[in-house]
Structure formats: structure tokens, C-alpha cells
């Protein structure tokens, strides 16, 4: 059995004990212990800099595409309301055909445009093209559009198994790239001119960028700005996310199909009686960043999907702008099943706390589960808040 359908699909599951067999689970290693990421030097950071920097305007512009049929919901959400907080490039998300693009594992949303009027209006081309994981890697659409941006000049970035369909576009021969840790052994089988990098969360070559697991956009998002509008910027959004660090540095090895990964998927996609849709009161001027974590995390337990209510059909506008269609109209949902409101934790703080959610309902495997799939580092929390700490002192010394 194809161990990616296994994993990932609700019937792969259901039969993996029966096809797979013990033997094929005993030989999966347990969870590995985690260690320090290598460090960055600063030539390599410096340039991932200059690889981002603009080729064409002063000021951006940055294009998010996504295949209406499907597109992973962080990989498109995130870097849309990241860089639209900082104000510095000129930012679209776009589908491939008009109507809604459907997010998975949750949301759906109104694209502000379809790459055609894009092209009609910019017929130069964007100055950056973001490239989220979809459900094809080979939509002729995509393909086609963003071979000819790169042809343009402008830099790809492929986020997550993104990389995948930027690899299908013939974008990555002969590069060094990295992606999502369950993709790697595809990625080198498909393209084998490609060099994996490890430990390296963003990787950049000759026009085009790469990126590890969903979580990953966050500091590529931050990056870019960095490159675009210089560090104090970047500083200034990265607080405003509750971020205070986004280098490039990576544990690879952290991230890898393991016994309790497999087992709790398992486990949790068989208890059929105990799935929950858990629902989401869907505002205006909702944040898109912490909304797409939220729902993507606890859809992702595989005992749980998270969809949104309001108490109109009309798409919401979140708070730089896209519209997000409800997927229920209700004017309120069960107590037992609503999940808490996030308007008030920063996006870095809001993921955080599902987590630490997910483990009080569900247990902590579910949460280590979930966290490997976004491929969310381990232990992430407490560096972050140190360096935010330390951010804060040097601010109150000046």
C-alpha cells in the first residue's frame, strides 16, 4: 500500500492494519528526540536576503496563487496576512478559475482575482509568486501560469509541498531545495537533479524559493519582508505575530513517520463515534493568520474538523481584506463543540494554545500528531517566549 495514501486518506487508514501488517508498523522508529537545529551562518542568512530582494518594483507585488478545487489553508492564508500586515508590497491572492477556493482541511474563501484578469492587469508579471501545497501537483493550469511568471523574472516560492508543483513546473532542476518532511523521499524521486538541504526551514536557488512543513510560511513570510523592507520591519511584524525569531534553522530529523504517529492516526480515524465538527463563529475583520492555524490544527486530529458559522451566507472580510465563506448559517453552535475565540491571542500564541487544546481533549499524542504534520517544532514555545523576553529588555534599556 502506498504509505502517503495511508496515512493521509480516511480509507488508507481504515484498512492500514489489515494491509500493512504488524511487521510494517514494528519497523517504524519511535519518536525522535529533538536537538538543536544547526545554526545559520551569516553569509548563508545574507543570501537568502539578496536571493528575496524584488527584481523588478520599489514596491512588490506578490501573488498567491491556489487551485480552486484545493489548497492547503495555512500554506495560502498565512503569508497572505502576513505580508499584507506589513505593508510594504502589494499583495493578491489569486485561483485559478473564478468562484471560491476551497482550503483543505478546512475554510473556503473568495480569490481576488483569477490568474487570467491577473495577467490582464500585470502583463510584466509578478515580482514574487507564492505556491501553497495543492491536491494536484499537476494542474495544467498552475503549471502553465507559473512557468511563465518565472519566465518574467519573477522569484517562486514554493511553501510546504508547494516545492512539489514548482518540481512538476521544471523549476527545481539542478537546485538545492527542501520541503514538507513527508515528501522528501518523493521530491528526490521525481526530480533527482534536485539537492534535498536539511535542517533548513526556507531555502532559496537561482529565482526560487522552498520551504519545510506548513508552519514554515510563518518565518519565510518574514523573511521575505526582511529582504523587501530591511529587519527593523521584520521586527516590527514578527512582535506583532508573537514571533520573535524566524531564521532559517531546522531539526530535519525531528520530523519523520514514526510508531506513535502512525498508531494515533489509526486510532483516531477508527473511533468513528467520536468525531466532532467543531465550529468556529465566523466575524468581520476575523485575523485570516490565526483563523487558518486554528481550523487547520483541529482538522487535522483526525477526530475533529473545524467549520465555520455566521448568521449570513454572505463571505466575511477578514482583516486585511479577503472574504471567507462561512460554511454553515447559524446564529450560534452547541457549547460542548464551539471552539474559543481567538481575536485576542496573537497568530504564534493562538497555535500554541490549540495545541495545548487538542492535548486536553484528545490527549497529548493527538497534539504531537497534529504538530508533526504542520511540522511545528518541537518545544517551540519556550524559545520563543525567551526571545520575546529578551526583545522586550533591550527595548526598555533603549
Given at each position: 500500500?502506498?504509505?502517503?495514501?495511508?496515512?493521509?486518506s480516511?480509507?488508507?487508514?481504515?484498512?492500514?492494519?489489515?494491509a500493512?501488517?504488524?511487521?510494517?508498523?514494528?519497523?517504524?522508529?519511535?519518536?525522535?528526540?529533538?536537538?538543536?537545529?544547526?545554526?545559520?551562518?551569516?553569509d548563508?542568512?545574507?543570501?537568502?536576503?539578496?536571493?528575496?530582494?524584488?527584481?523588478?518594483?520599489?514596491?512588490?507585488?506578490?501573488?498567491?496563487?491556489g487551485a480552486?478545487?484545493?489548497?492547503?489553508?495555512?500554506?495560502?492564508?498565512?503569508?497572505?496576512?502576513?505580508?499584507?500586515?506589513?505593508?510594504?508590497a502589494?499583495?493578491?491572492?489569486l485561483?485559478?478559475?473564478?468562484?471560491?477556493?476551497?482550503?483543505?482541511?478546512?475554510?473556503?474563501?473568495?480569490?481576488?482575482?483569477t490568474?487570467?484578469?491577473?495577467?490582464?492587469?500585470?502583463?510584466?508579471?509578478?515580482?514574487?509568486?507564492?505556491?501553497?501545497?495543492?491536491?494536484?501537483?499537476?494542474?495544467?493550469?498552475?503549471?502553465?501560469?507559473?512557468?511563465?511568471?518565472?519566465?518574467?523574472?519573477?522569484?517562486?516560492?514554493?511553501?510546504?509541498?508547494?516545492?512539489?508543483?514548482?518540481?512538476a513546473?521544471?523549476l527545481?532542476?539542478?537546485k538545492r531545495?527542501t520541503?514538507?518532511?513527508?515528501?522528501?523521499?518523493?521530491?528526490q524521486?521525481?526530480?533527482?537533479?534536485?539537492?534535498?538541504?536539511?535542517?533548513?526551514?526556507?531555502v532559496?536557488?537561482?529565482g526560487?524559493?522552498?520551504?519545510?512543513?506548513?508552519?514554515?510560511?510563518?518565518?519565510?513570510?518574514?523573511?521575505?519582508?526582511?529582504?523587501?523592507?530591511?529587519?527593523?520591519?521584520?521586527?516590527?511584524?514578527?512582535?506583532?505575530?508573537?514571533?520573535?525569531?524566524w531564521?532559517?534553522?531546522?531539526?530535519?530529523?525531528a520530523?519523520?513517520?514514526t510508531?506513535?504517529?502512525?498508531?494515533?492516526?489509526?486510532?483516531?480515524?477508527?473511533?468513528?463515534?467520536?468525531?466532532?465538527?467543531?465550529?468556529?463563529?465566523?466575524?468581520?475583520?476575523?485575523?485570516?493568520?490565526?483563523?487558518?492555524?486554528?481550523?487547520?490544527?483541529?482538522?487535522?486530529?483526525?477526530?475533529?474538523?473545524a467549520?465555520?458559522?455566521?448568521?449570513?451566507?454572505?463571505?466575511?472580510?477578514?482583516?486585511?481584506?479577503i472574504?471567507?465563506?462561512?460554511?454553515?448559517?447559524?446564529?450560534?453552535?452547541?457549547?460542548e463543540?464551539?471552539?474559543?475565540?481567538?481575536?485576542?491571542?496573537?497568530?504564534?500564541?493562538?497555535?500554541?494554545?490549540?495545541?495545548?487544546?487538542?492535548a486536553?481533549?484528545?490527549?497529548?499524542?493527538?497534539?504531537?500528531?497534529?504538530?508533526?504534520?504542520?511540522?511545528y517544532?518541537?518545544d517551540?514555545?519556550?524559545?520563543?517566549?525567551?526571545?520575546?523576553?529578551?526583545?522586550?529588555?533591550?527595548?526598555?534599556?533603549?
Open positions: 500500500m502506498n504509505r502517503r495514501l495511508a496515512i493521509w480516511c480509507l488508507g487508514l481504515a484498512a492500514l492494519p489489515l500493512a501488517g504488524s511487521g510494517w508498523m514494528l519497523s517504524l522508529p519511535a519518536a525522535p528526540a529533538a536537538k538543536a537545529p544547526p545554526p545559520v551562518a551569516r548563508e542568512a545574507d543570501a537568502t536576503l539578496t536571493g528575496l530582494r524584488p527584481p523588478k518594483r520599489q514596491r512588490p507585488l506578490i501573488a498567491i496563487v480552486n478545487a484545493g489548497t492547503e489553508v495555512t500554506d495560502y492564508l498565512m503569508p497572505y496576512g502576513i505580508l499584507q500586515r506589513a505593508g510594504i502589494d499583495v493578491v491572492a485561483g485559478t478559475e473564478p468562484g471560491r477556493v476551497m482550503l483543505y482541511p478546512a475554510l473556503q474563501v473568495e480569490p481576488q482575482a490568474v487570467t484578469e491577473f495577467d490582464q492587469r500585470h502583463p510584466d508579471g509578478a515580482d514574487h509568486v507564492i505556491v501553497p501545497a495543492m491536491h494536484r501537483d499537476d494542474d495544467p493550469a498552475v503549471l502553465q501560469w507559473i512557468r511563465k511568471q518565472a519566465a518574467k523574472g519573477a522569484i517562486i516560492i514554493g511553501v510546504c509541498a508547494g516545492a512539489k508543483i514548482i518540481g513546473a521544471g527545481l532542476d539542478g531545495a520541503t514538507h518532511w513527508y515528501y522528501r523521499k518523493e521530491l524521486e521525481r526530480h533527482p537533479t534536485t539537492r534535498y538541504v536539511a535542517d533548513r526551514r526556507l532559496v536557488d537561482a526560487v524559493a522552498t520551504t519545510t512543513g506548513i508552519t514554515a510560511s510563518m518565518p519565510m513570510a518574514l523573511t521575505l519582508i526582511q529582504a523587501i523592507a530591511g529587519r527593523n520591519k521584520a521586527e516590527t511584524v514578527g512582535r506583532d505575530l508573537g514571533l520573535a525569531g531564521d532559517a534553522s531546522h531539526d530535519s530529523g520530523f519523520t513517520l510508531r506513535p504517529f502512525a498508531l494515533t492516526a489509526i486510532r483516531n480515524r477508527l473511533a468513528f463515534w467520536n468525531h466532532e465538527q467543531l465550529g468556529m463563529r465566523l466575524l468581520p475583520g476575523v485575523d485570516e493568520v490565526s483563523l487558518a492555524l486554528v481550523a487547520d490544527a483541529w482538522s487535522r486530529t483526525y477526530r475533529s474538523r467549520v465555520t458559522f455566521a448568521s449570513t451566507a454572505a463571505a466575511q472580510r477578514s482583516r486585511n481584506g472574504g471567507i465563506v462561512p460554511d454553515q448559517l447559524a446564529t450560534s453552535w452547541p457549547a463543540r464551539l471552539l474559543p475565540a481567538t481575536e485576542h491571542l496573537q497568530p504564534a500564541r493562538a497555535l500554541e494554545q490549540v495545541l495545548q487544546d487538542i486536553a481533549r484528545y490527549g497529548k499524542s493527538t497534539a504531537s500528531f497534529v504538530a508533526m504534520q504542520l511540522e517544532p518541537k517551540a514555545a519556550l524559545p520563543q517566549r525567551q526571545a520575546m523576553q529578551t526583545a522586550r529588555r533591550r527595548e526598555s534599556a533603549s
